[in-house]
């Protein structure tokens, strides 16, 4: 099985925690994967930093929104994805 996960990373304001959840992904073994960032109007630098990070990286996507909160950002991030979307709710 090699199907692609998308991982998904709302962001406001947190750069530095922003690095760390890239690091994290980008260190894993499973290789099929892509990367979406969504800044949710940060107003540091999370998302320069986030460009910077990934810009070696062929399958990332920067999604750049006015603030609208953790699920909408998450949700944007998902709508954008293009992999299999599981879940597991009951």
Do not use: C, H, W
Request: proline share 1%.
């Amino acid at each position: 099985m090699n199907d692609l996960v998308s991982v998904i990373i709302p962001s406001y304001n947190r750069f530095e925690y922003l690095l760390q959840a890239v690091e994290s992904v980008l260190n894993q073994t499973y290789n099929n994967i892509e990367i979406i960032i969504v800044n949710d109007g940060s107003t540091d630098n999370s998302l320069e930093t986030a460009q910077k990070a990934l810009s070696n990286f062929n399958n990332a996507t920067f999604i750049n929104q006015k603030n609208k909160g953790l699920s909408i950002a998450r949700n944007k991030g998902i709508a954008n994805s293009k992999g299999l979307i599981i879940s597991n709710f009951s």
